[in-house]
């Protein structure tokens, strides 16, 4: 009997350590060699604890009957704290409790044992109280070290999760070698099972067979509840016959309580008493809730084990599996997830927007979002900032759009909003709309008070799309419109934005070969001193020459294409070099006429700008007083510092500087007084309210009397009328251009037009006051 | 995992009726047990050793460091072989056991081929149970690298306890 019962164990043992090694094995594969490290300390640490658990069934027996004898005895003392001591002080224990939290467990586990020495040693066979005293003590010493086998494995998990191996394939090979230590382990509990049965029938033969078959029992349960997995048995009723420390932790209940086979199935938990069934199963994974309220998750498996007399005894097997499965559902969190704001990424998005396009007859609205001011907070608060920022407009937008939506960053300030089952079209807007309403409180923090806001574009499935490239197109078509728009605008998508999309792509395509091929022009519109009607300068204006050009492009579309391609630096390079040499010829031919260049400010341009303005008037061979820049408020808000220093510096040449646009933008005033400007350019929209009303005069006269305390030149935009020049003259405006007094003209007819000035005087005989359907000027 | 490797030994493991006995007997508490194919014996099919018993064996020095401990180590001891002749031991495998449980098989060969050391001593004192003690099979770690790793690593049993020969 002792001989197959030991031929079963060793069956088990061999299984078990084939298992363990079988992971290690694999980890090693996969080259994890700090997994195969945590995965030795808990091995080393749960030795550790058999090694406690054998002392403290010694101990009993000595306490009882004086067997072992008192040197034994207190040899198996000194066993003990040689196998503690290995786990703080010895190099083999100090490698595997690396970790900080588990070298003081296992520091706390050494005190308590050195603690308790004494009380061993002195201990007397038949001293009941002494010994229920020393045994509690003991129990005190298996908690701290539970935790460290407890927390030894967990560290497993995380150095598993964290190495990044946890793939699926690894996590599969996992599966197996857990797999194998189970059913293992199902072994070990059967014969564990069939001790605690021949224990009993062993009761009523010799005392000498009782405490054989008692030890036999006990190396057994030792083994068994070293076992990192709960193990519960059950005889063919359903009764409880076993269940080993995990499990009984897992329950919730005491572990010797239940294996004098009074408990039933009854009184487990579902996950750990399945196997009162008859039915085998593979792994399952089930839900156990603890009394503590923790959730665990369990594999469990069954399996039945016959006797001869083909009485069948279940026995259950429960990994908990709650740890691994947080590391690996945090593994995909972080997969999923932006970081920063823990907000769903990129591809949790996309994934999830697929998934809702999939659904038959599904709505869905997609918000594209974009904040306003971001990266002058990134640029002049810093990262840290721009941080804190995100992490606040997350909180405003998980608010504003309530349970329902799928919020995502999807990189640096820009957000995605999935709204399900919008009622209309006017509903997502009101989403939108809610959203954007959000961000329009500044934002308070640590830096201050910050205002963003953000600009929204929408796009609906399946109106504007049934796949996720499209509606992302689409959306983003729409908050591109949003963008150029005031700030905070909404804009759902439309076909007509496409188009229009599909246009400035056209154009940017062609602005790109004109360029490539110098089939550009300028224009020059003239700019009169309304005293005496004399040209003093002309703009010079970017146009596709009239063979070419694409129907129906405007001005300000030529410059917005021009900006968003990239290629408004070769550009304004090309122009500043065209208007140079046309102003050396009116120069060399005696009509001396300043010519002002548009300059889009954008970092490419600002870059560049004084290098490229030095290039053109030298190759021209133009005086720098006959060069005038004209930019417009943009300037002012993007850098101001920069701008300044920068427009400075050319004023010192003798370029002039005009501020064009005025009134459209910021309207800084306050930033007049310190930026270098010669000029201010009234905006058209002013001057063509004049005479409509008392109103935009009264504008325009305070933007003369502005500019001129501020020592500037005020030049009026879009003059068409001759009772707005009456009116400009009547408050001191300087000067004027407009269609009234000349459209922007070819090179040549400019010419012409200059040398009559100088030769006749102002506009007598000039061009027609309107050519047919002249381009406006911009 | 030791352990377990040595619950297969002690499932083949087969008592051999004992012989004679010609062995002086220990006169105080035996702490090393020898049972299995010897031809000499002190007790039924046994051989027990007191500290004295055994040290009159012969002692010898080994200085070595060890893969547990930091530093060199003064042991002092008996020859294993001088052991195994004083029993007649008659075995290619040496089943040994611990204080703590711990069995492990060492064959003969091994005596062989290293300088080895049943220590008894370190720094010339007896070594309590808590300090590997009082018996330790010492390979020549410092002469012998290659005996720090596994096998023999395995089997530089401490807290040696008993022998059974085959």
Not at chain 1, 180 to 191: I, K, Q, R, W
Not at chain 2, 98 to 113: C, H, M, S
Request: charge should be neutral.
């Amino acid at each position: 009997m002792e001989r197959r019962r030991l031929g079963l164990v060793l069956l088990a043992a061999l299984c078990f350590a084939a298992a363990l090694l079988a992971q290690v094995g694999l980890l090693r594969e996969h080259r994890a060699f700090d997994l195969e490290e945590t995965l030795r300390s808990g091995w080393f640490a749960s030795r550790t604890e058999a090694h406690l658990l054998r002392f403290a069934s010694t101990l009993e027996r000595f306490a009882a009957r004086g067997e072992p004898d008192r040197e034994s005895f207190h040899e198996q003392v000194d066993v003990l704290l040689l196998a503690v001591r290995r786990l703080v002080r010895e190099p083999d224990g100090a490698r595997v409790m690396a970790e900080p939290v588990l070298a003081e467990l296992a520091l706390e586990v050494e005190r308590r044992l050195f603690d308790l020495e004494p009380a061993l040693l002195f201990l007397e066979p038949g001293d009941e109280a002494a010994y229920l005293a020393v045994r509690d003590r003991l129990d005190e010493i298996r908690r701290p070290l539970a935790e460290l086998v407890a927390r030894a494995y967990d560290r497993f998990l995380e150095a598993a999760a964290a190495s990044g191996r946890l793939t699926s394939t690894l996590a599969r090979d996992l599966w197996i070698g857990l797999g194998l230590t189970g059913a293992s382990g199902l072994l070990l509990a059967g014969l564990v099972v069939s001790a605690v049965g021949e224990a009993r029938r062993a009761r009523s033969r010799a005392d000498r067979a009782t405490s054989a078959a008692r030890e036999a029992e006990e190396s057994l349960r030792t083994l068994v509840d070293a076992l990192p997995v709960a193990v519960t048995a059950f005889d063919e009723r359903g009764r409880l016959l076993f269940v080993n420390r995990h499990a009984a932790e897992l329950a919730g209940i005491g572990g010797d309580a239940a294996v004098a086979g009074a408990a039933s199935a009854g009184g487990l938990p579902a996950a750990l008493s399945a196997g009162a069934g008859r039915d085998e199963h593979g792994f399952r994974e089930v839900d156990l809730d603890r009394p503590g309220g923790r959730r665990h998750l369990l594999a469990t498996t069954r399996r039945v084990l016959r006797d001869d007399g083909s009485l069948a005894r279940t026995v259950h097997i429960a990994l908990d599996v709650t740890e691994r499965r947080a590391a690996e559902e945090q593994l995909r969190h972080l997969a999923e997830h932006d970081p920063l704001t823990g907000l769903a990424n990129r591809t949790r998005f996309t994934r999830a927007l697929a998934a809702a396009l999939t659904r038959p007859g599904s709505r869905v609205a997609l918000h594209l979002l974009d904040l306003d001011r971001f990266k002058e907070v990134n640029d002049s608060l810093g990262h840290p900032a721009g941080d804190r920022l995100l992490l606040a407009v997350a909180g405003r937008l998980a608010g504003a759009a309530g349970k329902s939506a799928l919020i995502a960053r999807l990189g640096g300030d820009e957000f995605a909003l999935l709204q399900p089952d919008p009622a209309n079209a006017e509903d997502a807007r009101r989403f939108a709309t809610r959203l954007s309403e959000s961000l329009a409180q500044p934002v308070v923090t640590s830096d201050g008070r910050l205002r963003v806001g953000a600009s929204i574009g929408i796009a609906l499935a399946p109106d504007h799309g049934r796949t996720v490239e499209e509606l992302l197109r689409h959306a983003d078509i729409a908050l591109y419109r949003a963008k150029e728009e005031a700030r905070g605008s909404v804009v759902l998508f439309s076909n007509e934005l496409a188009a229009a999309r599909a246009r400035r792509h056209q154009l940017a395509t062609a602005l790109e070969t004109a360029l490539r091929q110098e089939a550009l022009e300028l224009r020059f519109q003239p700019v009169l001193r309304i005293e005496d009607l004399r040209v003093v300068a002309c703009e010079a204006l970017l146009r596709w020459p009239a063979c070419r050009e694409p129907t129906g492009i405007s001005a300000g579309e030529l410059v917005a294409v021009a900006e968003e391609t990239g290629l408004v630096a070769p550009l304004t390079e090309w122009v500043l070099n065209a208007a140079c040499r046309r102003g050396r010829l009116w120069l060399e031919s005696g009509r001396a006429c300043p010519v002002a260049v548009n300059i889009s400010m954008t970092p490419a341009v600002a870059d560049r700008l004084e290098s490229m303005v030095d290039n053109a008037l030298a190759s021209a061979g133009l005086p720098a007083h006959l060069l005038e820049l004209e930019v417009t408020e943009g300037v002012l808000i993007r850098n101001f510092d920069q701008a300044t220093a920068l427009l400075g510096r050319l004023r010192k040449r003798g370029i002039k500087v005009a501020l064009d646009d005025f009134g459209t933008g910021y309207s800084a005033l306050a930033y007049l007084q310190r930026f270098p400007l010669d000029k201010l350019k009234i905006d058209r929209r002013f001057v063509g309210e004049l005479g409509n009303g008392p109103t935009s005069l009264a504008i325009v006269d305070a933007v003369v009397r502005l500019g001129h305390a501020l020592d500037l030149e005020i030049v009026a935009e879009g003059v068409e009328r001759d009772e707005q020049l009456q009116l400009l003259r009547s408050v001191g405006c300087d000067l004027a251009q407009g269609f009234l007094l000349g459209v922007p003209e070819t090179a040549d007819r400019i010419s012409r037009r200059l040398g009559e000035t100088h030769a006749h005087g102002p506009l007598r005989n000039s061009a027609p006051l309107v050519v047919g359907p002249a381009p406006a000027p911009a | 995992m030791r352990s377990l490797v040595a619950l297969f030994l002690a499932l083949a493991m087969a008592a051999i009726p004992a012989e004679g006995s010609e062995l002086p007997n220990p006169t105080g508490r035996p702490i090393l047990e020898i049972t299995g194919a010897i031809g000499r014996t002190n007790a039924p099919g046994k051989a027990l050793f007191d500290l004295p018993l055994l040290e009159s064996l012969g002692m010898r020095e080994l200085v070595t460091i060890t893969p547990w401990t930091e530093g060199e180590q003064r042991f002092s001891g008996i020859d294993p072989r001088a052991l195994l002749a004083t029993v007649e031991a008659r075995g290619k495998e040496l089943e040994a056991t611990a204080l703590d449980g711990y069995r492990v098989v060492i064959p003969v060969e091994d005596l062989q081929r290293f300088p080895m050391l049943l220590a008894t001593r370190r720094d010339g004192r007896p070594m309590p149970v808590r300090e590997r003690g009082p018996l330790w099979l010492v390979y020549p770690w410092s002469s012998h690298p290659e005996t720090a790793d596994q096998p023999y690593r395995g089997r530089a049993i401490w807290q040696l306890r008993s022998i059974v020969v085959r």
